[in-house]
């Protein structure tokens, strides 16, 4: 997120849906709503400090009115629409590193048991490492070009690694077609290059490339009914954006495109 100007509650950090308005930051520190399994998330971020993985927000308190706070990680966060510098290779590359840091220091880290992990953008085919699920441009910190930090872990579930490079790819490659992509991306992005480039930062093994195509058509699908079940509900932010973003048919469009070039990104992977 990104400063926005000032509140009552301290300088307010512009993007995302989920929590628009609601977050702050005050000095070295961001004041934010506490997801309801605030514990076990914070429990699991300081257990992969511990492991090495110091590129997401501490936790440092939970407060009585229900929010939360975490380290501010200073830095550069690109929100929509996208500028160049977010999307060259170098930052492409980067991102799925950073991901493969996530994944191995969580690997050490079991996801509790028991704990109310929100299944909204979660793997449906379960797992034992706790994905972020949300990594777009607007939760990644950069510095001098490069991915140098994760935030807003709201999301967060367990589920399958490659699960969360799937979810990535579809902000990242994007994996839309090139009308969706229209006014929130930079024209010209080569989708099965990228896609290749986001493998090869991550280092997935050739196993995972072979699967990851069909991944991406599930994560879609998912994230479909996940903003259905938000414009149901009457969330102002979501209705707002699918207005905005050509609404369903758009999203028939994208599965539809995905669908048809499945051989691409097999062949781009596999090259």
Do not use: K
Not at 9 to 14: F, H, M, S, T
Not at 195 to 221: H, I, K, M
Not at 226 to 253: I, N, Q, S, T
């Amino acid at each position: 997120m990104t400063a926005e100007g000032d509140a009552e509650d301290g300088e307010a950090l512009a993007g995302g849906l989920l929590n628009a308005g609601a977050v702050f930051r005050r000095g070295a520190l961001v004041d934010r709503p506490a997801p309801r399994n605030a514990h076990a998330l914070h429990a699991h971020l300081r257990a992969l400090r511990e492991r090495g993985f110091d590129a997401a927000p501490s936790p440092v308190r939970l407060t009585a009115d229900g929010r939360e706070q975490l380290t501010f990680i200073p830095g550069d966060v690109a929100l929509p629409p996208f500028p160049d510098w977010v999307m060259t290779d170098t930052a492409l590359a980067s991102v799925g590193g950073l991901l493969r840091r996530l994944h191995d220091a969580g690997g050490a880290v079991p996801a509790g048991s028991g704990v109310p992990w929100p299944r909204d953008l979660a793997d449906p085919e379960g797992g034992t490492t706790l994905c972020h699920n949300d990594v777009c441009p607007d939760n990644v910190v950069f510095r001098d070009g490069r991915a140098a930090a994760l935030i807003d872990f709201d999301m967060a579930a367990p589920g399958r690694p490659l699960w969360d490079v799937a979810m990535a790819a579809r902000y990242w490659v994007p994996m839309l077609d090139p009308a969706s992509a229209a006014g929130l991306y930079p024209a010209g992005l080569d989708a099965p290059a990228r896609l290749r480039t986001l493998a090869d930062g991550y280092g997935l093994s050739p196993p995972e490339r072979a699967e990851l195509p069909a991944v991406v058509e599930q994560a879609t699908e998912v994230c479909r009914a996940f903003v259905a079940d938000r414009v149901a509900g009457g969330d102002p932010g979501y209705v707002r954006a699918l207005a905005e973003r050509g609404g369903w048919e758009r999203w028939d469009r994208v599965q539809a495109w995905l669908t048809a070039h499945r051989e691409t990104f097999a062949d781009a992977l596999r090259d």
